[in-house]
């Protein structure tokens, strides 16, 4: 996290608007939530220097039962997608939920991906087909509407993007873990079965993250 992808909170202008924001987006995220009949949510307003923390600080600061609940949302990129086979569940995009204390490996979630589509909807996608980068940051503001470190799932622009859900975080117990909330110092904690409800026709679970980092 570089000093730059922080908000800018030089002035009392800035300042101000910048907490404008986050109330509003708190407000917001509570109103989703509640008319969703989606009760087990909890907002937190972490320091501004939150990524700057380890995760046992993070761990502390947010209330959670585990560090493995604390997880990011990225959008990544098929940079092999191939337009002439798109359907609902191949597409070029995918917002991917990692937990920070997995490893992270994108040729994984490529040959998991591959695997799923192919033996559950009898696809005949190959290897060639899959090749995930990190997308850029411009391109996931415009399809989230969040920037680098506040993107989550939650009230994202474009509603159709198919969500990758490590299967590992239901070895978590209680399954409650938390996002980005669209704000930089925002954190949002859901159960898994509330998580479901609001997106689970979008959301594929998938084994792609099972090795814990030391």
């Known amino acids: 996290m570089t000093e730059e992808e922080k908000p800018k909170l030089d002035t009392p202008l800035e300042k101000l608007s910048h907490r404008v924001n986050l109330d ?3 407000l917001k995220l509570t109103e989703y939530f509640l008319s969703n009949n989606c009760y087990s ?3 937190v307003e972490t320091p501004i220097n939150y990524y700057d923390m380890n995760l046992d600080e993070r761990q502390k600061i947010v209330q959670t039962h585990s560090k493995s609940t604390l997880c990011k949302s990225i959008i990544l990129e098929n940079k092999n997608f191939d337009p002439s086979i798109k359907c609902d569940l191949y597409q070029k995009f995918y917002l991917t939920i990692v937990q920070y204390v997995s490893e992270f490996n994108t040729e994984k979630i490529g040959r998991t991906l591959k695997n799923y589509l192919n033996s559950k909807f009898n696809l005949k996608l190959a290897n060639k087909h899959f090749h995930f980068r990190l997308c850029d940051n411009d391109l996931a503001f415009k399809m989230t509407g969040f ?3 506040a993107i989550g799932p939650y009230l994202m622009k474009c509603k159709d993007l198919m969500i990758l859900f490590p299967k590992s975080l239901y070895d978590v117990y209680p399954e409650y873990f938390f996002l980005g909330g669209g704000e930089y110092e925002l954190k949002v904690g859901l159960t898994i079965d509330d998580f479901m ?4 026709k979008n959301t594929i679970v998938l084994d792609t993250a099972p090795d814990q980092k030391k």
Not at 197 to 200: P, R, S
């Open 24 to 26: 509003y987006q708190k």
């Open 197 to 200: 409800k609001l997106l689970g």
């Open 147 to 149: 920037t680098f470190n």
């Open 41 to 43: 949510f909890r907002i």
